[in-house]
């Protein structure tokens, strides 16, 4: 632990990493990174290093080399962290062997297959674990194609490098052309141990956002790393004008973000042909950081989401929430350097590399932006929940309501918020909003909210009298249409999820039978993390989804946090308004605030986890077991 | 005279396209009073076009009937690079103002609106045509669908303009 404090500072770790690099302690490193991550890609000149499927063997283990240039103990697959690119093709049956090196008990989970439940590979949900010295056989037919990505599903693992990309070829051609392929894996590093950090989070979330530190932490830190490094690393983040507290609860003060196992300055190389198109699939296989993703000087066509074939968006950065996956054409015609720059969400740090047509260039890295106002954001987000549903509303004075004292905000207590009385929102003009029942106005609560009777309220829109909206239709205060905080869509082209549309609807075209809402609830000061109000072990039993029933999962998230929300075994057709063309996911981004919904085809029979892909919510308790039967 | 020979030998070498063509309505403007020397039968999918090159002569005018077997309406759109990176950049504002669904409103099948550019829209499963003749003063032109992010997918083809 010690050990660990010493290495939390992102300014002197880099200093360090300068040192490393020119002492060749970068090649050392590259040495050690794994052999997908070749500079000229996967189609062209060196497919070793990638487990071919379908027989492929894994052997876990903990082993000391260096990550980002310095010394580490990460979870390594087949001697690599992270681990080696498997690649199956759609047809096979895979035979995966895994076997535990560990002192401890692990797993593999292959993110985003749709493959019996006993081969998912949850521990307490799918099968036991993989005991230390023992090996698993997984088997599966490989029914789709795609980028997907694998990771452990046993404790903190997967903060440990534990994890790797996964694509499956195709067996029909792919509704797009490409001449080379780069896989872009993009985690959080910390030399702190998974343990120590989530226990900073339990005492005090914020723990890792400086804003929040005091004298006595400083005098604490000058102690520990001299006055100089202290006063620079205060100076760094004061500079940044750093109010992250709510929009990433570990940041860059612990993490090093890497892609393709590489720091920045180590600089991983993608390398091209000048008029080539290059598909680069991007996988966040980070723990807790969203990425901006951009190219300056690139345009980018997305097409694909989550391994599934999307109609093209040709973007200039897209946000990539944790365990989602995109991909993406560029084409560069410049026989020059472009940065790949995927800058962490709260803007404390970020991943990037070069696509460049030779070794050994470099392009600018672009100015990172300002952290966002997240309690305006999150405000925001709450007033467009409650009402947006009502469709007359629309004679609200939404600007009056940004006369709010802002800076209070970010520190508000969200249960608080719940008892928050609309009415003495200043400025805000109650006489317009005329379909909206008066009487409940008065110290109204969340609470009364959702037992409104939203059924009416969506009759009015769709004239459907089952009460429920009609199929594909995004829900009335979805945001699918915004990029997310910290971004400004004026600035540039970014994808949002009402960009993502099927090529063709997805096989079964019943509308749902019967609605199921969740509610996304977390205590940031307890760092408790829930489904409605429950941690996972506090609740009785299973959510139940009956074999073959086809319903509508609403999800509402009444924090002020993100939360990438992951079922397992089946896919969730996110309503984004595409109708019949809605897209696919195995991973929904769920800003704060939000409600939104997704179709779910109940065909996989078993028992599927479901929960939050951030780890330490995960962890924290904002986990469910899903039981179709 | 150059021209002259050029048609006869094509009215050979096409038979079998002409002989397919001709059946259905014609949808293009310059069919009623342009002869036409040889039809060209390709194939419009999701995201390619089927031959990506086509070679044709100066001054050959030529039917293209184009049968869309994708499942997105896509365009068939002729002009040289900096013709189609401009109608691409217009089509792609457009698709941002008005909520990104090109589909249905902007074209909705026939004639397509790319300025000066030959052009035709085709909606899925059906075919259309598109009558053009080959200019004197240019090499190459390039063929493109530039529904947003169709072209980056790769529907794009090239036309030596040689013989």
Not at chain 1, 35 to 40: E, V
Not at chain 1, 41 to 55: D, K, R, W
Not at chain 1, 461 to 470: C, E, N
Not at chain 1, 500 to 523: S, V
Request: net charge negative; charged share 20%; hydrophobic share 40%.
């Amino acid at each position: 632990m010690i050990k660990a404090n010493q290495t939390a500072s992102p300014l002197t770790r880099r200093q360090v990493l300068k040192g490393g690099s020119a002492l060749g302690l970068g090649a050392m490193a590259l040495r050690l990174s794994p052999a997908w991550a070749a500079p000229w890609g996967q189609t062209a000149a060196y497919p070793q290093g990638t487990e071919q499927g379908p027989n492929v063997s894994l052997a876990i283990r903990r082993e000391s080399f260096p990550v980002a240039g310095q010394s580490a103990r990460p979870i390594s697959i087949n001697g690599t962290s992270p681990g080696p690119l498997v690649r199956l093709r759609e047809g096979q049956d895979a035979v995966l062997r895994v076997t535990n090196l560990l002192e401890e008990p692990t797993s593999i989970h292959w993110h985003g297959l749709i493959l019996p439940p006993e081969m998912d590979g949850v521990p307490g949900v799918s099968f036991a674990g993989i005991a230390p010295g023992e090996t698993f056989t997984y088997r599966f037919p490989v029914r789709q194609n795609g980028t997907y990505w694998y990771h452990s599903h046993s404790g903190l693992q997967e903060q440990l490098g534990h994890a790797g990309p996964l694509i499956i070829d195709a067996a029909e051609p792919e509704p797009f052309r490409y001449d080379r392929e780069h896989v872009l894996l993009l985690t959080d590093w910390s030399f702190e141990d998974p343990a120590t950090i989530f226990h900073n989070l339990k005492i005090g979330e914020g723990y890792y956002n400086f804003q929040e530190r005091t004298v006595a932490d400083f005098f604490a830190d000058v102690e520990r790393h001299g006055f100089a490094d202290t006063a620079a690393q205060r100076a760094m983040w004061a500079d940044m004008r750093m109010s992250s507290r709510d929009i990433a609860d570990v940041t860059g003060s612990t993490y090093t973000y890497l892609m393709n196992g590489q720091s920045p300055s180590q600089n991983w190389t993608a390398l091209f042909k000048p008029g080539e198109t290059q598909r680069l699939r991007v996988i966040n296989g980070s723990a807790m950081t969203y990425f901006d993703v951009r190219i300056p000087g690139l345009t980018m066509t997305v097409v694909a989401a989550d391994g599934q074939p999307i109609q093209p968006v040709p973007v200039e950065e897209f946000r990539i929430g944790v365990a989602e996956t995109y991909d993406v054409l560029v084409t560069p015609e410049a026989n020059t350097a472009y940065t790949l720059f995927a800058e962490s969400m709260d803007r404390s740090g970020y991943a990037s590399g070069t696509l460049a047509p030779r070794l050994g260039m470099t392009a600018p890295i672009p100015v990172r932006r300002q952290i966002a106002d997240r309690g305006m954001e999150a405000m925001g987000a709450h007033a467009g929940m409650d009402m947006s549903g009502m469709s007359d509303m629309q004679g609200m004075d939404h600007s009056a309501m940004q006369g709010m004292d802002n800076a209070k905000m970010p520190g508000m207590d969200h249960s608080a918020m719940q008892g928050m009385d609309h009415a003495k929102m200043p400025g805000m003009d109650h006489s317009t909003m005329q379909g909206m029942d008066h009487a409940k106005m008065p110290g109204m609560d969340h609470s009364s909210m959702q037992g409104m009777d939203r059924g009416h309220m969506a009759d009015a829109a769709s004239g459907r009298t089952d009460g429920m909206l009609p199929v594909g239709v995004a829900q009335p205060g979805s945001r699918l249409d915004q990029p997310g905080i910290g971004i400004d869509p004026g600035e540039r082209r970014v994808l949002v999820y009402r960009d993502l549309k099927a090529l063709r609807p997805w096989p079964d075209r019943r509308p749902p039978g019967r609605e199921l809402e969740l509610h996304l609830t977390g205590n940031m000061e307890r760092y408790m993390w829930s489904f409605d109000g429950k941690k996972f072990s506090e609740v009785t039993g299973p959510i139940h989804f009956e074999k073959d029933e086809r319903l509508r999962l609403i999800l509402v998230n009444d924090t002020m946090m993100e939360h990438p929300i992951h079922l397992h075994g089946m896919w969730m057709e996110l309503e984004n308004g595409a109708g019949e063309l809605i897209p696919r996911k195995h991973t929904l981004n769920v800003k704060p605030g939000e409600r939104l919904s997704a179709l779910i085809t109940a065909d996989a029979e078993g028992s599927w986890a479901f929960h939050c892909h951030l780890l330490y919510h995960m962890d924290a308790g904002m986990f469910r077991v899903v039981k179709v039967a | 005279m150059r021209n002259t020979l050029l048609v006869a030998m094509f009215s050979l070498a096409s038979t079998t396209a002409l002989a397919g063509a001709g059946h259905g309505s014609d949808g293009s403007r310059a069919a009623d009073h342009t002869a036409i020397d040889r039809t060209l039968s390709f194939e419009a999918g999701d995201m390619w076009f089927t031959p990506g090159k086509l070679a044709i002569a100066p001054g050959e005018t030529v039917k293209f009937e184009i049968t869309n077997s994708g499942t997105l309406e896509h365009e068939f759109v002729i002009g040289d690079n900096d013709e189609q990176a401009a109608h691409r950049e217009m089509m792609r504002d457009m698709a941002s103002g008005g909520g990104h669904d090109m589909s249905a409103d902007h074209h909705g099948g026939g004639h397509d609106d790319a300025g000066n550019m030959p052009a035709v829209t085709i909606p899925p499963g059906e075919t259309a045509t598109l009558v053009w003749t080959a200019p004197h003063d240019v090499e190459e032109v390039e063929f493109a669908c530039n529904i947003p992010g169709h072209y980056e997918a790769g529907m794009s083809g090239d036309i030596q303009i040689e013989g």
